[in-house]
């Protein structure tokens, strides 16, 4: 089984200084982790992803996350906010089951993050 | 490269009434195609699955039904909408034979009055 914990509901920051959104992970098998984004009214983009490959993944946007295996967290960080950074952050899990099904797949309840001025 | 389609962009509906949302996927054969529903200040919530033309799975019991007539075609139906089918309605697609990496489409508003 797999489940997802984002630990922020709401994150604010000042426009300039960093950004940290806080993900938490449990999973059976080798997990493949994702980080993306909702604009209000708009569909998921995909920020990054990790697949067991460098720990530390870079996305578009100027965002980065860093896989720990040791303390199961994949946590989403950018050096300096942006205003266009304001929106619904989802960190996912996925768990590579065997067969071709969608349940491989265990979002998390998004972190808000508002950017203040 | 591939691209995603939804429509409409924003619905109303009176209760009672039926539904039919269309998704579709442009650049890619044989995709795994998916329904989600995102409620207001809730999460995503998996509602249908599809790995191939009038294969669907189903995630949650509902008033919701899916059916996937072309190879990159996916609609989500109701014959009679109930007040909490309301929300913003989600299609994503994902390379055949994996679950991994899902792409989304810019979703339907539903609102059902």
């Known amino acids: 089984a797999q489940s997802v914990t984002q630990l922020d509901s709401h994150v604010s920051v000042s426009e300039g200084t960093p950004v940290l959104l806080r993900c938490n992970y449990s999973s059976s098998y080798s997990p493949s982790l994702f980080w993306y984004v909702q604009h209000p009214n708009k569909g998921l983009q995909l920020l990054l992803k990790?697949?067991?490959?460098?720990?530390l993944v870079k996305g578009i946007n100027g965002f980065e996350a860093e896989f720990k295996k040791s303390e199961t967290s994949f946590h989403l960080t950018k050096p300096s906010a942006h205003m266009s950074d304001a929106a619904e952050y989802f960190c996912v899990v996925s768990d590579r089951p065997a067969g071709g099904g969608a349940d491989g797949l265990t979002f998390g309840k998004g972190t808000h993050l508002i950017i203040q001025p | 490269s591939q691209t995603i389609h939804q429509w409409p962009a924003t619905l109303v509906q009176p209760v009672g009434s039926p539904l039919s949302l269309e998704c579709t996927v442009e650049?890619?054969?044989?995709?795994?195609l998916y329904w989600y529903r995102q409620a207001a200040g809730r999460g995503l919530q998996l509602l249908f699955y599809?790995?191939?033309?009038?294969?669907i799975s189903s995630e949650v019991p509902q008033n919701l039904s899916a059916s996937r007539p072309q190879d990159r075609q996916f609609i989500l139906s109701s014959k009679k909408l109930l007040l909490s089918d309301s929300g913003f309605y989600l299609c994503?697609?994902?390379?055949?034979?994996?679950?991994?990496?899902?792409?989304f489409g810019p979703g339907t508003r539903l609102t059902v009055l």
């Open positions: 990790y697949t067991s490959a460098a720990t």
């Open positions: 599809s790995v191939g033309i009038g294969q």
């Open positions: 650049g890619t054969s044989n995709p795994n």
């Open positions: 994503a697609w994902s390379v055949y034979g994996t679950t991994d990496t899902q792409y």
